[in-house]
C-alpha cells in the first residue's frame, strides 16, 4: 500500500525549536486534548495541558500515562430501579500522550497484547485508537532507571507516531506513522539536517552510560525455577507491607476489580471498575474465605514471578520495562533488581 504523500514528505528529519514548543502544543490542541508531564510537588504528573506547559525534562511520572488509557476508576454503568444507562467511554476528541519515555511506550505495547489478544477489552481499545503517541527519548537518566538491561531505553525504536530527541535549544522530531506526519504537517515544523543524528546518537550514548542500574536477563527464567524456595522470599516476608504501592505504579499491571456502588435510597448506583494489585491479602481471596496467596512472601514472589517469568510465555515479552517506579514508590526501598542479585549470589 503506497504511503500517503503527507507521510512520504515528513520521512525527512525534522527539527523544534524549543522557543516554539508552545506554539506546537497550541498547534496539537486545534486537534486534540493533549496530555503531557507537568510538576506535580517535586513530581511529575501526566495531565491535559489546557493552562499548563509541559515540562519535557522530567525523569519520570508518579503513575505512567496507562492511566490515560486504562483508567484508575473507570464506570460502566449507572443504575436507577429498572433503569440502566451503559457508560460511553468513547473519547470525544482524539488524544495526544507529549513527551512519553521510552520505557512507558513498551508499557503500552504490552498493554496493547493484554487487551487486544483473545479476549478484547472494548474500553481500552476505544481509547487507543483515539490516541496519539509523542515520544521522548531520554538523555538524561534517573538513579532507578534500568531500561537499558531490558531493551526498552533510553532510545525507542518503534511503537510511536512522533519521536522526539532533545539536542539541548531544539528537539529533534522523526515521524512515525502518517498521522504523525499531518500533525507536523499542521504545526510546520523545519526540516534538520542529517548530522543532527549524529548528535541524537552521541547524547543516548551518553545516557546509556550513565544508568546504574542492572538486572541481567540472562537465564532468568531457570534461575527464578531453580530459586523458589530461596530465603530471599522469608526476608522479603517480613520486609514487605504488601501496600501494593509498586504495582499501583507499575505501567503492565492491568488487573482490575468490579465494584457495584449503591446509592442510600438503596435504588440506585453504579457499577465500576477500580485498579487492584495482587500485592493485597483479599487479591486471592475466594468463596468460603479461602485464599490462595494470605503469606506475604507468596504475594510479593508472584508479583515478581509474574513480571519476569510469567509474562514471556503469553506475551513474548518480560513484564517489567524497567521504568524504576516500583523502586521509587517503595517506603521499605525494595529493590526488583537487587532480588535479582541475591538470588544470582552476588
Known amino acids: 500500500m503506497a504511503m500517503p504523500r503527507a507521510f512520504a514528505e515528513a520521512q525527512r528529519l525534522l ?13 496539537l490542541k486545534k486537534v486534540a486534548d493533549v496530555y503531557g508531564p507537568v510538576r506535580k510537588g517535586v513530581q511529575h504528573s501526566f495531565q491535559l495541558l489546557e493552562d499548563k506547559r ?16 486504562h483508567e484508575p476508576f473507570e ?8 433503569r440502566v444507562e451503559v457508560v460511553q467511554s468513547v ?14 511506550v513498551h508499557a503500552i505495547e504490552i498493554l496493547d497484547q493484554v487487551y487486544g489478544g483473545e479476549y478484547e477489552d472494548p474500553y481500552y481499545q476505544k481509547r487507543r485508537e483515539q490516541t496519539v503517541i509523542i515520544a521522548l527519548n531520554c538523555t538524561t537518566v534517573h538513579d532507578n532507571c534500568f531500561c ?13 507516531d512522533l519521536l522526539m530527541t532533545d539536542l539541548g535549544d531544539q528537539f529533534l522530531v522523526e515521524v512515525g506513522t502518517p498521522r504523525g506526519a499531518e500533525l507536523v ?4 515544523l523545519e526540516p534538520a539536517p542529517r548530522v543532527t ?5 552521541r547524547r543516548l550514548s551518553e545516557a546509556r552510560n550513565r544508568l546504574r542500574k542492572r538486572l541481567l536477563t540472562q537465564d532468568l527464567d531457570q534461575l527464578l525455577k531453580d530459586n523458589f524456595r530461596h530465603p530471599v522470599w522469608e526476608e522479603l516476608r517480613h520486609e514487605c507491607l504488601a501496600c501494593g504501592s509498586c504495582t499501583m505504579v507499575c505501567p503492565t499491571c492491568f488487573c482490575y476489580n468490579t465494584v457495584d456502588v449503591l446509592n442510600l435510597d ?6 465500576e471498575r477500580v485498579w487492584d494489585s495482587c500485592l493485597l491479602l483479599d487479591y486471592a481471596q475466594v468463596a468460603q474465605g479461602m485464599n490462595f496467596r494470605k503469606d506475604r512472601d507468596a504475594r510479593i514472589k508472584h508479583r515478581v514471578y509474574h513480571k519476569l517469568v510469567y509474562y514471556e510465555p503469553q506475551f513474548g515479552t518480560l513484564g517489567c520495562v524497567g521504568c524504576g517506579r516500583c523502586i521509587d514508590t517503595c517506603i521499605k526501598g525494595i529493590d526488583i533488581t537487587e532480588i535479582i542479585r541475591e538470588l544470582r549470589g552476588e
Open 266 to 271: 438503596l435504588k440506585s448506583g453504579w457499577r
Open 148 to 160: 537499558s538491561s531490558l531493551g526498552t531505553g533510553p532510545e525507542l525504536k518503534s511503537g510511536y
Open 54 to 69: 509541559p515540562e519535557l525534562d522530567y525523569h519520570t511520572t508518579i503513575l505512567p500515562p496507562k492511566k490515560l488509557l
Open 91 to 104: 473519547p470525544k476528541r482524539p488524544q495526544v500522550l507529549l513527551g512519553i519515555h521510552p520505557c512507558d
Open 75 to 82: 464506570k460502566l454503568f449507572s443504575f436507577e430501579e429498572d
Open 197 to 201: 543524528l549524529v548528535d541524537k546518537e
Open 15 to 27: 527539527r523544534l525549536d524549543k522557543s516554539r514548543l508552545d506554539d506546537f502544543v497550541e498547534a
Open 185 to 188: 504537517a499542521e504545526a510546520g
